[in-house]
T-cell receptor, first 111, second 113 residues
């Protein structure tokens, strides 16, 4: 059964304090791993898609990496505006179009 | 483009009432889906559609119906609301092509008393 687990559930950082969020997954034939950002009262907003182990993608202070078992979202020198819930999801070869989501990591960055 | 539009944004129902959550997209996406989001549970797929006239069940379909008469619209119906259906509901659409990211609406917050 396809499964996604994110850790930690919640993370508090000081502004400028770099850290990483983890997304562990089991899936039959990974077709894509997706990272989303969700602000309170809003829908998830797409950040990155990773397709194969070793792949990395960057956007501003965020960098996503992928191995065969997990993905990391690295946040470098975060700012208060990076505060949000970060969601990880996978699409397997047997689930055309379907995404399996993790529970999310809620990040709070204090000034 | 407005993207994915969901209405209403908030709704309170009594147990046993029925209602329809509306979802519309103006991006001509074939694939659309409905999720519910509950604390500690992540987003769970309720129903999805790969095109007009075609729908299928997701992970948690019980108590919900969908139809897809047009490419643009994908309404979700609660036939007889139960307190367990209190949740935030998100609609999403996906561009054509494999492994494309889903675009989400801003959700409907539903409370069943």
């Amino acid at each position: 059964e396809d499964q996604v687990t994110q850790s930690p559930e919640a993370l508090r950082l000081q502004e400028g304090e770099s850290s990483s969020l983890n997304c562990s997954y089991t899936v039959s034939g990974l077709r894509g791993l997706f990272w989303y950002r969700q602000d309170p009262g809003k829908g998830p907003e797409f950040l990155f898609t990773l397709y194969s182990a070793g792949e990395e993608k960057e956007k501003e202070r965020l960098k996503a990496t992928l191995t065969k078992k997990e993905s990391f979202l690295h946040i470098t020198a975060p700012k208060p505006e990076d505060s949000a819930t970060y969601l990880c999801a996978v699409q397997g070869s047997g689930n055309t179009g379907k995404l399996i989501f993790g529970q999310g990591t809620t990040l709070q960055v204090k000034p | 483009n407005a993207g994915v539009t969901q209405t209403p944004k908030f709704q309170v129902l009594k147990t046993g009432q029925s209602m329809t959550l509306q979802c519309a997209q103006d991006m001509n996406h074939e694939y659309m889906s409905w999720y519910r989001q509950d604390p500690g549970m992540g987003l769970r797929l309720i129903h999805y559609s790969v095109g007009a006239g075609i729908t299928d069940q997701g992970e948690v379909p019980n108590g919900y119906n969908v139809s897809r008469s047009t490419t643009e619209d994908f309404p979700l119906r609660l036939l007889s609301a139960a307190p367990s259906q209190t949740s935030v509901y998100f609609c999403a659409s996906t561009p054509p092509g494999s492994n494309q990211p889903q675009h989400f609406g801003d959700g409907t917050r539903l409370s069943i008393l």
